[in-house]
Nanobody, 117 residues
Framework: QVQLVESGGGLVQAGGSLRLSCAAS????????MGWYRQAPGKQRELVAR?????NYADSVKGRFTISRDNAKNTVYLQMNSLKPEDTAVYYC?????????????WGQGTQVTVSS
């Protein structure tokens, strides 16, 4: 069993910053990639940033958001700067985990980010 626990969401004014964290715990042999997705009301879940063999960002966040990982802690971070109201969404962490010889994709429970104008 693997759990992903996110933290760091909240309410911020436009132009402000937030840092999200996501820690994976449980029966983990290795993690090949970790990433952040978001889902705004009435919209589909979309990729924000992902860190694996390569690092990818959504065009809408390039230059404003930075993803980083602490592999020793099985933790991924998302530094969000110059936030805009359109960044308002529930942010979900995910991880590609190898555990007991099998690989699975796990998701966190989500953390709300609200950017006021």
């Amino acid at each position: 069993q693997v759990q992903l626990v996110e933290s760091g969401g909240g309410l911020v004014q436009a132009g402000g910053s937030l840092r999200l964290s996501c820690a994976a715990s449980g029966s983990i042999f290795s993690i090949s990639a970790m990433g952040w997705y978001r889902q705004a009301p009435g919209k589909q879940r979309e990729l924000v940033a992902r860190s694996g063999s390569t690092t990818n960002y959504a065009d809408s966040v390039k230059g404003r958001f930075t993803i980083s990982r602490d592999n020793a802690k099985n933790t991924v971070y998302l530094q969000m700067n110059s936030l805009k109201p359109e960044d308002t969404a529930v942010y979900y962490c995910n991880a590609d985990v190898t555990s007991r010889g099998w690989s699975y994709v796990y998701w966190g429970q989500g953390t709300q980010v609200t950017v006021s104008s």
